[in-house]
């Protein structure tokens, strides 16, 4: 893979206290910011906001403003504004030994936001790389809104923040290092982790914690450095935690070294929300090999052994009888038939224009991360502590106080490095089974979902039918109405009281929409001038346990979009990138598409069963283009072969980070568009292990993928969603041109080719 970042050459370093930008928005220079002692003789600082002329007292009540129209805001908007209040709540360390350590209130789940965290703190602090320690941060209730990760919104969020409290610790050590040699701090720089006086003495920060640590100290005024004066951030930078992975050392909830804690697995129903009436044979079932207990839960009967093999065993030797579960009698063609018959495009009322309508279909499709759902949880009477994967350990940790009927600050949650997501850890399923299990059986326990669990009783990214009209005349397009059905998801991870809470503040009543719609209207947007444009969701209430999906109902609806797009520049003899130039926004926007047309020469000539297909997105302040070619001389086996994606986020902290993000994006949309999904067959998805979800392998990635990362302009936008939207459509236009058929249902090769594992 080839991945080109285009940035200017970076300026030589400022001193300490950094200057206004006079490329960044006015309101910056304006800010000043307020430190407090945490303790000594390390120095640990958290950072107050506040503008000019507003007392210190009044601070925390300034929050940020959202655009005034509807259209112009998106639901990163939304949780940034939720999360004001307790933004200035970061803290971070500088130890004796000039370590410096931050404690991050979101999750790692691969997507690299604990490198680029580091690079924001070695940035302002300028210490090297390796001398920062990024931890994720336990449950933190007093963060209220803000320890959500989710939404492409962390490096948003977190953007502003984590710099000022960077430049706050850097305030106090060039004032410690002033005051012990008896110099004006203005006169100081910083630079690999010491403070440097113009003689070019030097002091090491971990020589100055305990003085910058002293109540005594003066409050300061400490400025972030201007993003011209960047020189680690918006280069491309390797994972902190790269080799730790290769290695094995890196250290997932069930690596933990928790005393005493036995394997737990759970025998779980042949239906979606099966119960359990009884257990047959439990006593023989206690009488196997190293078999500790039994617990009935509310999501099947769990086994604690001494050994996960002894767990497994014995959980598949059980006998239960089973209640009904909630969607029993569905199956693929029954949940379509409803989809279907849940939205209708309305009747046509511009009669002498042309109209194009297209219908498509998505199946529901596993997150399929490579870490099942695992938990460690050690309940006592008085007392509980959990360890796992978690993004949205407010809730989780809430939650389990409520069932296991203690005080939440009886409750500790760990957040432990998760082995992907793509959404499904925004969910502690695993972490409240872990403290039922633990809770009944008296016993620590660490717990551990089968891969066909995960696949099968996992969470899943609902289905949606999609009904989209364009109507055009006169060269050009006079209004676009999509009409989307989907199997409700479900929202109960923390952000519909994210929502709740900011709906008297968001514009067009949009607050007072429900949860789905919300979402749907701040994420889903279309970048073109179509006239009169309507975007609708409608939901089906089906009891299954559903899930956001990696960029949520983006992947498919903008997906669907583009390849109509692609269908009606055809109807009105236009080539696609032109096409869609012609009715673009914005410069911006242009701007990525013409870049992957000239890198994938697009136009050029292609043999039989071989095209080309083309995609844009614009989503959380960003935007991307795709260009793909595809061997399609076999339609039952297609590869893309080929990738060229553009993408401009405003700016990237850590670009070799978001080309990763993107050629993510790219797997998902190849994966989801040509061969991965979930059957729904009686009740329960027939596929149950990575051998029948046909996720794309090493050999159907492109052995050619060019990803470019645009100027750096403004802040950072939202980055981990925003690759799969274009590419599905690139993908789907790219297979339509070289087979000659509009693929409606996706996956395009979608056939039960296994056995189904028993239920």
């Not at 673009?584 to 020469?601: S, T, Y």
């Not at 949309?669 to 149950?688: F, M, N, Q, R, Y």
């Amino acid at each position: 893979m080839e991945a080109r970042t285009e940035h200017p050459a970076r300026p030589a370093q400022g001193t300490w206290q950094g200057r206004a930008d006079p490329a960044s928005p006015p309101h910056r220079t304006r800010r000043r910011f307020l430190t407090y002692l945490v303790a000594a003789p390390t120095l640990a600082v958290g950072t107050g906001l506040a503008l000019d002329g507003v007392p210190p007292a009044a601070a925390e009540a300034v929050v940020p403003t959202l655009p005034a129209a509807a259209d112009l805001v998106d639901l990163g908007d939304v949780l940034i504004l939720a999360g004001a209040p307790t933004a200035h709540l970061l803290v971070l360390t500088v130890g004796e030994d000039g370590t410096v350590t931050f404690r991050l209130p979101r999750e790692e789940v691969g997507q690299g936001i604990t490198t680029a965290v580091a690079m924001l703190v070695a940035e302002e602090l300028d210490v090297p790389l390796a001398k920062v320690r990024v931890q994720l941060d336990d449950a933190r209730p007093e963060l209220l809104f803000n320890q959500f990760t989710g939404s492409s919104n962390s490096i948003r969020s977190l953007y502003d923040p984590v710099r000022r409290t960077a430049a706050a610790a850097r305030a106090r050590l060039v004032h410690a290092a002033a005051g012990r040699w008896g110099l004006e701090p203005g006169t100081l720089r910083t630079e690999d982790g010491s403070v440097v006086a113009p003689d070019g003495r030097t002091a090491p920060y971990g020589s100055l914690t305990a003085a910058a640590a002293s109540r005594h100290l003066a409050a300061l005024t400490a400025t972030p450095k201007p993003e011209s004066a960047h020189r680690l951030v918006g280069t491309p930078t390797s994972r902190i935690d790269a080799r730790a992975m290769v290695t094995g050392r890196q250290r997932y909830t069930l690596d933990l070294d928790v005393p005493g804690a036995k394997p737990c697995m759970v025998r779980r129903p042949p239906t979606l929300g099966g119960t359990v009436r009884s257990v047959n044979n439990e006593r023989a079932v206690r009488a196997m090999p190293g078999v500790l207990d039994t617990v009935v839960v509310p999501t099947g009967v769990a086994v604690v052994a001494e050994t996960f093999g002894q767990a497994l065993d014995a959980k598949n030797a059980l006998d239960v009888t089973w209640g009904p579960g909630t969607v029993d009698g569905l199956s693929d063609d029954g949940i379509r038939a409803r989809l279907r018959a849940a939205t209708s495009l309305p009747p046509i009322t511009l009669p002498l224009a042309e109209h194009l309508d297209a219908e498509f279909d998505f199946a529901f499709v596993s997150h399929a991360p490579m870490e099942t759902n695992s938990a460690v949880a050690d309940v006592r009477p008085d007392r509980a502590e959990i360890w796992s994967a978690l993004k949205t350990p407010i809730v989780a940790q809430q939650t389990l106080a409520k069932e296991l009927g203690l005080p939440v600050d009886k409750v500790t949650v760990h957040v432990v490095q998760g082995g992907g997501s793509f959404g499904r850890r925004l969910f502690f399923d695993a972490a409240l089974e872990a403290a039922q299990v633990s809770r009944a059986s008296k016993r620590p326990v660490r717990l551990m979902w089968s891969r066909i669990d995960d696949t099968r009783h996992g969470r899943m990214r609902p289905a949606t039918h999609h009904k989209i009209r364009a109507t055009y005349g006169l060269g050009q397009v006079l209004g676009f109405d999509h009409r989307v059905a989907a199997v409700e998801t479900d929202f109960r991870h923390g952000l519909g009281e994210i929502l709740t809470a900011t709906a008297a503040k968001l514009p067009g009543g949009l607050g007072n929409a429900g949860f789905a719609q919300t979402l749907f209207h701040t994420t889903v947007k279309s970048p073109y001038h179509f006239g009169v444009t309507t975007q609708r969701l409608t939901e089906v209430p089906l009891r299954m346990p559903t899930a956001s999906w990696r960029s949520v109902y983006s992947a498919n609806t903008r997906g669907a979009e583009e390849m109509l797009i692609d269908e009606l520049a055809a109807r009105m003899g236009k080539d696609p990138v032109e096409f869609r130039r012609t009715f673009l926004r914005n410069r911006a926007q242009r701007a990525v598409l013409d870049k992957v047309a000239a890198e994938g020469a697009w136009g050029r000539p292609m043999p039989a069963g071989h095209a080309q297909g083309v995609g844009f997105h614009e989503e959380y302040k960003s935007r991307t283009a795709c260009l793909v070619e595809i061997d399609a001389t076999d339609p039952r086996r297609p590869r893309v072969t080929k990738a060229v994606i553009a993408a401009d986020v405003g700016r990237a902290v850590n670009p070799r980070g978001l080309e990763a993000q993107l050629l993510g994006g790219l797997t998902d949309a190849i994966s989801t568009t040509l061969t991965a999904g979930l059957h729904i067959d009686k009740g329960l998805p027939l596929e149950g292990s990575y051998s029948q979800f046909h996720y794309a392998r090493q050999k159907d990635t492109p052995p050619d993928v060019r990803i470019f990362v645009m100027p750096a302009t403004g802040e950072p936008g939202g980055a981990g969603e925003l690759g799969v939207p274009a590419a599905v459509g690139a993908i789907g236009n790219a297979y339509a041109r070289a087979t000659g058929t509009r693929p409606r249902r996706f996956p395009v090769n979608f056939d039960v080719d296994f056995t189904p594992f028993p239920r």
